[in-house]
DNA sequence: AGAAGATATGAGCTTGTGATCATATGTTGA
DNA sequence: TCAACATATGATCACAAGCTCATATCTTCT
């Protein structure tokens, strides 16, 4: 991942100020993953999992309140993304959430999320 | 905002787990915010006003390689939001980052990023 | 093997959302 | 005041994405 340094003074293009912005690609990138998290279902998944540990799908869909297919298919779209991991055990499949990086993630976004500034639209 | 404590062992329900999910509202607010940054285009905007402080929508426009139509568009959600602030300087409207939070939080998602596993499929 | 259970997946439908075009608002200078 | 510029906003269209329904796969139990 290129990630351009904040305040280099390599010299680039030139009418727009050419700032130092995310490179094209890696936002795609970046944007992805903030899209798996923008779904109020899948976070609520996620963050079952972060504090269950581990869940089997029906348990999963019961918490969140969705079908279990619908379910299923959004645990496909984290584990496509290597969000969470799948372990079989028997019939059931069960789901963690596959690095911890996403734990200080959301806490994070919690943390910004107390303090935005919902005052002035 | 009311985040259910991770591990309490208050009596909830009781078929499902009845584990400690974000609640719905929670959830939903929490998504709100990161899909404003789920979209390339706009993570694009928000890194480049992290980076030079302030920027009008032109030259915003301009390195982003969207039209300022789009650009304003884009800037309404994010200011709605409350992500980003308008100062108006005589015809320009100068837009600038509201809450440092946000730099954090790009930050620890470049991070995640970075370490995410993207070999499993 | 066959049936039932648990999950996965594909197709189709419906809703949400970004881009564009046209137009409105606000600002500066002649 | 009028023209040119900068931004904002509303309407429309096209595409992305989620949900459901039907079906397939895999596992266990009899």
Chains 1, 2 share one sequence.
Not at 78 to 88: D, M, P, Q, T
Not at 99 to 104: G, T
């Amino acid at each position: 991942m290129v990630v351009m340094p904040r305040h280099s003074h390599v010299a680039e293009g030139s009418v727009p100020p050419a700032g130092h912005t995310l490179g094209i690609d890696d936002a795609r990138h970046l944007a992805e993953r903030f899209k798996l998290l923008a779904e109020p279902s899948r976070l609520r998944m996620v963050y079952a999992l972060l504090d269950a540990g581990e869940l089997c799908v029906n348990d999963l869909a019961g918490m969140i309140g969705s079908s279990e297919s619908a379910t299923s298919h959004q645990l496909r779209q984290l584990r496509l993304a290597g969000l969470v991991r799948a372990r079989r055990d028997g019939r059931e499949v069960f789901y963690a959430v596959a690095d911890e990086h996403v734990r200080l993630l959301l806490d994070v976004a919690v943390e910004h999320y107390l303090h935005a500034d919902r005052t002035k639209p």
